[in-house]
C-alpha cells in the first residue's frame, strides 16, 4: 500500500508537485497521466528516492520515503522516460551487473536472470550489445533490469515511447503479465495504452490531481453520461430547441454540416439512457428525416483534453 499526502515539489516560485494526495493499491496497475510539466516524473523520482520533496509524505508499507528510503528502493523497479543503458555492454553483461548493484547472491541472480530473459523475451539478443538492439528490444531490456530483483512495485515513466505499434502491443501485453502480480504505477502520453491496461487512472494538470478513477467512472464523471450523434434533416434552430426539451437529454450541440438543411448533432445524454425511439416520434412529428444516428464512445483522451487543455 502506497500512501501519498500532501506532496509537494517546489523549484523557487514554481510549484512542479502541488499538494497530490493519492492511495495506491498493493496489486493495482495505476496510470498516472498529465501534459508535459503537469508533475508527473517529478512524483516518480521523489517516489523512488531520486530526489526529496518540499513538504508532504510518502508511506509505503509503513516506511517512511525519507527516513527508510533505501529500504523502500529495494522494493522499486523503475524505468526511467530516457531508458538510460550502457550501450557498450552486452544485455546478459548488463542484467548481470545490475543484479550485483542489487546485492543479489549468485543462486538468486541466476534464478531470477533466466526469468526475466524468459518473461521479457530476451533470449534471442542476450549475447548482443545494448548499443546494437532496437528501440523494442532497448525497452524490453529496461524492463528486465527493473523486475531483475522482483520488486514489489514497478514504476514504468513512459515505457513505450518511440516504439511501433507492433511493439506498444508486446510492451503492454508484457506490462499486463507483470501486473498480475505487482502494484505498477504506468506513466504514458498514449491515452489507449492506459485505458487498456490500468485498473485506475489518475490524471494530474499543473502539479494538483485534476480527476481519479476507473477509465469508465471518469468518462462518466466528465461528460455526465452518454453520447450521441445524430444527422437530421431539418429546421436547425427547430431541432434544437426541441430534442433539448427531451426527457433525459442534457445538452444538444451542432457537430458537422452537410447542407443548410442537414446537419450533425452531439446529443449527451444521461447515464445509461436511450432516447431513439422519443427522437423518431419527435422526427415525424415535425416531418424531419433522421439520416445518421450512432452512440458515441467518449474516450479517455477526450477526458484528458477536457481536464487538461488551456482555456
Not at 270 to 283: C, Q, T, V
Not at 291 to 304: G, I, N, P, T
Request: glycine residues 8%; charged residues 30%.
Amino acid at each position: 500500500m502506497i500512501n501519498i499526502t500532501d506532496l509537494k515539489k517546489n523549484y523557487g516560485e514554481i510549484h512542479a508537485v502541488d499538494g497530490i494526495s493519492l492511495e495506491i493499491k498493493e496489486g493495482e496497475i495505476l496510470g498516472f497521466l498529465g501534459p508535459n510539466g503537469a508533475g508527473k516524473t517529478t512524483t516518480m523520482k521523489i517516489l523512488t528516492g531520486f530526489m526529496a520533496p518540499t513538504s508532504g509524505t510518502i508511506d509505503i508499507n509503513g516506511l517512511d520515503i525519507i527516513e527508510d528510503s533505501i529500504k523502500i528502493r529495494e522494493k522499486i523497479g523503475y524505468l526511467p522516460e530516457n531508458n538510460p543503458l550502457y550501450e557498450e555492454m552486452k544485455v546478459y553483461e548488463y542484467l548481470v551487473f545490475i543484479g550485483r548493484v542489487r546485492g543479489m547472491n549468485r543462486d538468486q541472480l541466476v534464478k531470477r536472470l533466466k526469468l526475466m530473459v524468459d518473461t521479457c523475451g530476451l533470449r534471442k539478443v542476450l549475447k548482443q550489445s545494448i548499443g546494437e538492439l532496437s528501440k523494442g528490444y532497448r525497452q524490453r531490456v529496461g524492463l528486465a533490469q527493473a523486475m531483475l530483483h522482483n520488486p514489489d512495485i514497478l514504476i514504468l515513466d513512459e515505457p513505450t515511447s518511440g516504439l511501433d505499434p507492433n511493439q506498444i502491443a508486446e510492451i503492454r501485453e508484457l506490462i499486463k503479465t507483470v501486473g498480475a502480480s505487482k502494484t505498477v504505477i504506468l506513466c504514458s502520453h498514449i491515452l489507449q495504452e492506459v485505458q487498456a491496461t490500468c485498473d485506475r487512472v489518475v490524471i494530474i494538470n499543473d502539479g494538483k490531481i485534476v480527476a481519479q478513477g476507473t477509465p469508465k467512472e471518469l468518462t462518466e464523471q466528465t461528460t455526465g453520461g452518454d453520447t450521441m450523434y445524430v444527422k437530421i434533416k431539418g429546421d436547425v434552430d427547430e431541432v434544437l430547441l426541441k430534442v433539448s426539451q427531451l426527457d433525459n437529454v442534457v445538452s444538444i450541440n451542432k457537430a458537422d454540416k452537410e447542407a443548410e438543411d442537414i446537419r450533425g448533432y452531439k446529443i449527451s445524454l444521461l447515464s445509461n439512457k436511450d432516447i431513439r425511439e422519443e427522437l423518431f416520434k419527435l422526427a415525424i412529428q415535425n416531418n424531419w428525416s433522421i439520416l445518421e444516428s450512432r452512440k458515441e464512445a467518449v474516450s479517455l483522451e477526450d477526458v484528458f483534453r477536457k481536464l487538461t487543455i488551456k482555456q
